[in-house]
């Protein structure tokens, strides 16, 4: 029967902030490390924040070749490099995959924005050299699916392949659909996460218009302070996170490790605002509620949330109010926090470099700190694990992410036993 299926993580990658592979991004998790600097890529003089989360050291030509690389938008190149430290992690050989596997291997990989910085530039070049002279990949260049395509392009996977795109909670989006088609017996394997690439004059620009963004220039280190009560908005990052999800006995056929098993997942909307949360976090609630449900458990068997905890003033209070309405005394008993003190907010990306760090709490049981605190918020009062990790049994991690909009999600990750 389809609703046995049993969905298991096989596979991870990550370009991030904080290092060029999934080991790095932990590794950076367990030292508390900052990925946050001021900016490199371009002149900020003329923006309110001069700083944000910024790869570094990354070399598409690692990943792809030099001609492939130059059509794609840096985001693209993340998702490639990100989803084949994956498939390679998983023990996935492409070449040697007969046609029925390929057909039954899909992509979901979303991005919250797309290629920004081609649209800048194509802009520009529209505007000073005519219509004449926009280069002919602009439009593959910049469109959000185009990660997926690329992807099952390179790979020859012909299984479903798509993009949802729902601002920052684009990689849950496509985590859960990849989680619900092999749970309906569609697909055996789907690559999925997401990536971003918005550290650009606009993308800052438009988020310090918006009043989203932290200005806190003097000190951009500890700018991302999540629960922190001086916290003044979110720090940009970039990056990609991909995840292997596989069904449990396709996994258990191919000898593969399994990281962890998929359980849960929870969607809603806040009905709200464009951008604001629900000041009483309902949609949030609704949201892990769900996934609860769907992983069949109770609100005293989660040990661990990774809160979508994005340093804004509204953000942190809204998550904080849903996860003690829902928990209530437990709520105080677990774990939460917020690797976004570390990452900055990675937009469409952020949910799946969160899950990796949800996936490695639960495997290693240890969680992952919220670094920055400096300064207790009183509508802010649960266990945030703040400044160092903290060791303890992690059985089941929940991941939030929520996107401007109103859009939520949950997923909820269990530790593998066999």
């Known amino acids: 029967m389809a ?22 991004l932990w590794e950076g998790f367990m030292n508390g490390k900052t990925g946050a600097a001021n900016i490199t890529k371009f002149d900020t003089s003329k923006l309110k924040t001069h700083f944000a989360c910024e790869v570094k050291g990354f070399d598409p030509q690692d990943y792809i070749d030099r001609k492939a690389a130059r059509r794609m938008d840096p985001f693209a190149q993340y998702a490639m490099a990100s989803s084949g430290q994956a498939i390679k992690d998983s023990n996935l050989n492409p070449d040697k995959m007969s046609n029925e596997e390929k057909d039954r291997t899909g992509v979901l990989f979303g991005s919250g924005i797309g290629g920004m910085g081609t649209f800048s530039d194509q802009a520009v070049v529209n505007a000073t050299q005519g219509p004449s002279r926009i280069s002919p990949f602009f439009i593959p260049m910049m469109i959000p699916d185009i990660a997926a395509g690329q992807i099952s392009i390179q790979y020859g996977f012909r299984g479903p392949n798509y993009c949802i795109v729902s601002a920052c909670a684009t990689a849950n989006n496509n985590m859960i659909d990849a989680y619900l088609l092999i749970k309906q017996d569609l697909v055996d394997i789907i690559i999925t996460g997401g990536a971003e690439a918005s550290i650009t004059e606009l993308g800052i620009g438009g988020f310090n218009a918006s009043r989203a963004l932290s200005t806190r220039n ?31 006995k396709h996994a258990l056929k191919r000898g593969v490790k399994i990281y962890a098993e998929v359980i849960g997942v929870g969607l809603s909307a806040d009905a709200h605002h464009i951008t604001a949360p629900h000041p009483e976090g309902k949609g949030a609630i609704l949201s892990m509620k769900m996934a609860m449900k769907t992983a069949e458990i109770n609100t005293d068997d989660v040990d661990y949330i990774n809160m979508h905890g994005t340093s804004t003033p509204l953000g942190d209070i809204g998550e904080t109010k849903a996860i003690k309405s829902l928990f209530g005394d437990h709520a105080y008993k677990m774990n939460v926090s917020s690797t976004k003190s570390m990452t900055g907010h990675l937009l469409g990306a952020a949910g799946a470099v969160e899950a990796i760090a949800t996936i490695l709490a639960v495997k290693n049981d240890v969680v992952p700190p919220t670094i920055n605190f400096e300064n207790p918020d009183p509508e802010c009062d649960l266990n945030y694990t703040f400044n160092k990790p903290e060791k303890r049994t992690v059985n089941i991690g929940m991941s939030n992410a929520f996107g401007f909009g109103g859009h939520n999600t949950s997923v909820v990750f269990k530790k593998y036993d066999g």
Not at 8 to 14: E, H, I, K, L, R
Not at 218 to 246: H, Q, W
């Open 218 to 248: 003097d000190n951009p280190e500890t700018a991302s302070r999540p629960f922190d009560a001086t916290r003044d908005g979110f720090v940009m990052g970039e990056g990609s996170g991909a995840l292997i999800l596989e069904e449990y």
């Open 3 to 24: 609703d046995k299926r049993r969905v298991v993580v096989t596979g991870m990658g990550a370009i991030s902030p904080l290092g060029l592979t999934a080991d790095e």
